[in-house]
């Protein structure tokens, strides 16, 4: 599996800034952002072993094949998931809620290359990992040109 060609991590200054937010919050509020124990959705990038195709997994625990989106816009691939649960009291003196509602939401931006053949992208979702795969056309060659000088032609 090669991984994009240029690119070692291309979130990592997004995930730096994530992790120092976090430690901003917890030394401000005493608490964590994301509680240790849940999962926090992740989405990989890479070329598979010929090259031929992008292939994006995003890992989506919880998440039903329904709660999820895949598009295409503006040359860019869009991932959206939201789950939302509500629940009503079940009469049980303990619980003191009417109503109990929890949400969940994922969004992926990705920009796709010139060469990627929108029209062939597939996806498929199975045990919370969502695969799409972007196939990828040959680039053309660069046609090479001949330079020549003037002086060689003149005898």
């Keep these: 599996m090669a991984l994009i060609r240029g690119y070692d ?3 990592r200054e997004l995930e730096d800034t994530q ?18 124990g849940l999962a926090t959705p992740t989405a990989d990038v890479y070329m598979d072993e010929n090259d031929e195709n992008m292939i994006i997994e995003a890992s989506l625990p919880g998440f ?4 999820i989106e895949v598009n295409v816009e503006d040359n860019a691939l869009n991932i959206r998931a939201e789950h939302r649960e509500s629940q009503e009291g079940d009469g049980k003196k303990d619980r003191k809620y009417i109503v109990r509602e929890s949400t969940s939401s994922f969004y ?6 010139q060469n990627t053949q929108t029209e062939d992208i597939s996806a498929s979702f199975e045990d919370g990992i969502l695969t799409v795969t972007v196939p990828m056309q040959e680039l053309p060659k660069p046609k090479q040109v001949t330079v020549e000088s003037p002086k060689k032609n003149r005898k």
């Design 9 to 11: 991590n291309p979130f």
């Design 19 to 36: 992790n120092r937010l976090s430690n901003l919050f917890s030394e401000t509020f005493g608490g964590q952002m994301a509680q240790p």
């Design 64 to 67: 039903k094949e329904d709660d």
């Design 108 to 113: 992926r931006r990705i920009g796709l290359p």
